[in-house]
């Protein structure tokens, strides 16, 4: 079941990931490209975020956020897990599979992202600390112990559950925040499994989508 009119989706108006294509519209738009559907960005500042329009929507004050007809969703995992069940191309079919690669949705916001965000929270407001150094080192440890564990899950399989799923683009977009950092680099096959996720066309249109974007923000 397709959607019945364009969903509109909000990103930062001058986003913090310099164009990397970090900021979390990203999984969402990657989503979108990934089953064919077209959609409309509208750009959000940081003071628009905090206002009482916004917050209708999102009550936190960020973004992304996604409204399609009377709808309207926050937070990415939920965002991404409607449109996997409006369109074909990233639940399975088969029920057992369908569930596995939801499960692989949670795993992937609940078990490996938050230690991946806590590092960037130590290095971004952590740094002139006196325990900088150790507190680093004790959260990077924490994430080599989840990218452990995925690991040896992924082996050497393409993706973690037989065919590319919605599991794999969110698992995918939370690994891609350790760029730079060396730590996937430890895991070769993690690292591929990024890798072939990024090479695939949806990610590309998407990426390519998000940094024009950017560039259009940083000229206002």
Known sequence: MAFKSKPTITAFQRSPDGGRGLARDMRVRWALEEVGQSYNVRPVSFAAMKEPAHRAIHPFGQIPTCEEGGLALFETG???????SRCEGLLPSETNARVRAINWMF???SSVEPVIVEREVVLYRERDESWFEQRLRLVEDRIRAKL???SRRLGNADWLDGQFSAGDLMTVDVLRRLGGSGLLEEFPNLAAFVARAEARP????AFEAQHAFFNAGAKV
Do not use: E, N, Y
Not at 78 to 84: E, K, S, Y
Not at 202 to 205: C, I, L, M, N, Q
């Open 78 to 84: 939920a965002i991404v897990f409607h449109i996997a």
């Open 202 to 205: 949806a990610f590309k249109r």
């Open 107 to 109: 795993a992937a916001l």
């Open 148 to 150: 452990t564990d995925l």
